[in-house]
């Protein structure tokens, strides 16, 4: 089982940007699929959540500005960041919430946001 | 709605045992027991140790164990080892923002 998240650049404030999760071993679609992100030198945040039956979920910090979303065909959860601010810098990893249970056992290594001008 | 509480910093020789606690409201981990704890080494992606409050993952050392009583949750680490140096993070659901985790907590061997 592997993700593998990319689409993490540098970009200026109001910007936009994709991230892509590629999975192995496991089906997106039928999985609740988060993405959590990470300031530099600071804890785990979590930003976003997309059921396997659809519904999906936002941290306030995001919310309006970010799209979960995934393509059953490519095996890939996205993330879209629109209007990006400077505190959205981040390592944004993907990861697999079990069963819905509010945990996440499988982790992608992470990309890397930076929003600067 | 703000981070679960955790200590900044805890240590330990080879051997020992050490406890980490994390704090919440009943709006998170003291009404629910989708508590989580998770290893992170420098410049690695997050690992998962303990979940639903004391359980451990397949391939998790039976030296770490969880529990909760009332609005706190702690992780026990048992023999410690160096490679245990991390930073350890607990995370809960919550009912206001979905899951929430604490502000990290490093663990040093000393």
């Known amino acids: 089982v592997q993700l593998v998240e990319s689409g993490g650049g540098l970009i200026q404030p109001g910007g936009s940007l994709r991230l892509s999760c590629a999975a192995s071993?496991?089906?997106?679609?039928?999985?609740?699929m988060s993405w959590v992100r990470q300031a530099p030198g600071k804890g785990l945040e979590w930003v976003s959540v997309i059921y396997s039956g659809g519904s999906t979920y936002y941290a306030d910090s995001v919310k309006g500005r970010f799209t979960i979303s995934r393509d059953s065909s490519k095996n890939t959860l996205y993330l879209q960041m629109n209007s990006l601010r400077v505190e959205d810098t981040a390592v944004y990893y993907c990861?697999?919430?079990?069963?819905?249970?509010?945990?996440?056992?499988?982790w992608g290594k992470g990309t890397t946001v930076t929003v600067s001008s | 709605q703000s981070a679960l509480t955790q200590p900044a910093s805890v240590s330990g020789s080879p051997g020992q045992s050490i406890t980490i606690s994390c704090t919440g409201t009943s709006s998170d981990l003291g009404d629910y027991n989708y508590v989580s704890w998770y290893q992170q080494h420098p410049g690695k992606a997050p690992k998962l140790m303990i979940y639903?409050?004391?359980n451990r993952p397949s391939g998790i050392s039976n030296r770490f164990s969880g529990s909760k009583s009332g609005n706190t949750a702690s992780l026990t680490i048992s023999g410690l080892q160096a490679e245990d140096e991390a930073e350890y993070y607990c995370?809960?659901?919550?009912?206001?923002?979905?899951?929430?985790f604490g502000g990290g907590t490093h663990l040093t061997v000393l």
């Open positions: 639903e409050v004391s």
């Open positions: 071993g496991l089906t997106v679609s039928s999985n609740y």
């Open positions: 995370s809960s659901y919550t009912s206001s923002s979905y899951v929430i």
């Open positions: 990861a697999r919430e079990y069963e819905g249970n509010y945990y996440m056992d499988v």
